[in-house]
Structures are given as C-alpha cells and as structure tokens.
C-alpha cells in the first residue's frame, strides 16, 4: 500500500475526529484560547492514556507503529463507532499489502444477481463498485433517477453525478443526506485501497470542481452499510418516500447493492408503479421545468 498517501488519509481522519469532540462532552475544562473546535492534541492523547508525542506524531502521518490495543484506546477517546474503527484500523496498519490497480473493465455481474434486481420490480435497484462506478441498475431505478443507459460508462460514477447532476440535486429533498451517505461508504472503500492511484486523482478532481464535495469530504463520516431515509420530489411523480440499504454481495466484495425501498405508510410504489406503465412513460422521461 502507497504509504504517504495512507499516512495523508490518516492524518485528515483523525484531525476531522479530533474536532467534533468539545472538551465539556470529554469530561474536560473547556479553558481559553483555543484556537480550533473541539479536543486539543494532548487532550486525545490524556484520553487514550498514551503519550502527547507519540500521538501527534500519528496525527501528523508519521510512519510509527501503532499495536491494536493502542489503537482501540484512540477510537474510545475520539468515540468512533464500528465503521470508523475499521477505517482507522485499515489505514493506522499497513500490514504490508501490495496495492491493487484500479481494472477498467467493469466487474461481470453474476446471472442470479441480474435475476435478484429485475425481481425488485418496484424497488428502485442500483449495484456499483468499490469506486462507486455504476455497473447495473434495474428499470425502477431508471424511471425514479435517471435513465443510465444515455450516461457514458466513464462518467457512471455514482458521487460524480451526485454533484454533477442537477436531477439528483433537485430530486432529493434532502439532497444533503443522500450525498453524504455514498460519501461516507466512498471513505470504507478508499480505506481499503488507499494505495490505488485512481482514488487521489478522483478526490483531487472533485475537491476541485465541488466546494460541497470538499466540506463534506474533510467531515470524516465512515459507514460500510449507510441506511437512509429519503425523500423525493419526482417531477412527474410528486413526492416518493424510500428507505435506502446498503448491501455487499457476498463473494463479490467489489459490488455493492442500494436497494431504495417504498417506505411503508405512503403512496410511492402506487406511483412508481403508475409512473412505469404510463402511456408512452420512458425512462429517465422528465420535464426538466416541472423542477424549478
């Protein structure tokens, strides 16, 4: 694994911890003077019961040695939960693990796959890889978002069209939320493959083009198997309610499925069903007006 860059990816991971932590929450005096929100260095360091030296020179992406056991004592002081802990672990542990290159080819899907998520008729379905390329969808997911088919396969990546897409940005009420939850899953997967050279390029490239990308990349939000509960606005449909989960396929960890479910008590899969059997209704068919 590219040491610098894992070593970089630790350093931000750990100062964005550091910050959402007040010294009151902590059991510590707030005092005066500080300069950044949340624990000061040497706080975290009192809390993990190790030294202020060694733990700035974790922070500061040093290449030291960090046992397991010190490493849990870090995640209790800054109150990781299970995801965040194993984004630390992979990225504070090299373990010596030669990097994988990104493949250009798109993962195959397996038959029973394809088979699972054309069953999910009314279930807006989309698998992606461990770069968050889009690699299979169903037809609900093409009648509810966009229609993929007409997107080039180089630009079918899941957190482009996120900030890219005014579709996206328009249908999601909580535009937000839905954003940061593939963030989040984006920063497991990066975790994992650091050292592969496409992940720097794709965050230099939308830190660049995206301010928003930016703020909420640099919040450090971790999560192997986001859950997220989404409201719509579809321009021909109205408001649509989802709950969203985020599966990994056994056997296949570089495939991933997001199943958006009809939340129960609302009328969404009556109107996706409409929306899809509609006369002369096509994927992707949006008056992009009926959106201002």
């Known amino acids: 694994m590219h040491s610098a860059a894992r070593l970089q990816a630790l350093s931000a991971f ?13 059991g510590l005096p707030a005092g ?6 949340g624990l ?15 733990y700035t020179w974790l922070e500061q992406g040093r290449d030291i040695q960090a046992s397991p056991s010190v490493l849990d004592c870090v995640a209790a002081a800054l109150r990781l939960n299970a995801d965040e802990r194993r984004y630390l672990y992979s990225l504070a542990a ?11 080819a798109a993962a195959p899907i397996p038959p029973a796959l394809r088979t699972i998520i054309d069953e999910l008729t009314y279930c807006p379905v989309i698998v ?3 770069m968050c390329n889009i690699v299979a969808w169903n037809e609900a997911a093409s009648f509810v978002f966009l229609d993929f088919e007409r997107i080039p ?12 897409r005014r579709e996206f940005r328009r249908l999601a009420v909580n535009w937000e939320q839905f954003a940061s939850g593939f963030l989040s ?3 497991s997967y990066y975790g994992r493959h650091v050292g592969d050279g496409w992940y720097n390029l794709f965050l230099a490239e939308m830190t660049a083009g995206y301010p928003e990308f930016r703020d909420m990349w640099e919040h450090g939000q971790v999560s192997y198997a986001p859950e997220v509960h989404l409201e719509f606005r579809h321009a021909k449909a109205g408001k649509m309610v989802y709950e969203l989960t ?3 396929m056994s056997g296949q960890e570089d495939l991933r499925l997001s199943i958006y479910t009809p939340a129960a008590g609302t009328t969404t899969e009556s109107k996706l069903r409409r929306l899809m059997h509609e006369p002369g209704s096509a994927p992707g068919d949006a008056d992009p007006a009926s959106f201002s």
């Open 14 to 26: 750990l100062k964005s911890q550091r910050a959402k932590i007040s010294p009151e929450s902590a």
């Open 94 to 104: 090299d373990g010596g693990a030669a990097a994988r290159l990104s493949e250009s």
């Open 32 to 37: 005066t003077r500080r300069r950044t929100p």
């Open 40 to 54: 000061r260095r040497e706080e975290v360091a009192q809390l993990a019961g190790v030294s202020t030296t060694w």
């Open 246 to 248: 985020s599966l990994g």
């Open 128 to 130: 992606s890889d461990r």
């Open 185 to 187: 899953l984006f920063r």
């Open 153 to 164: 396969a180089e630009e079918r990546n899941m957190i482009r069209l996120l900030f890219a």
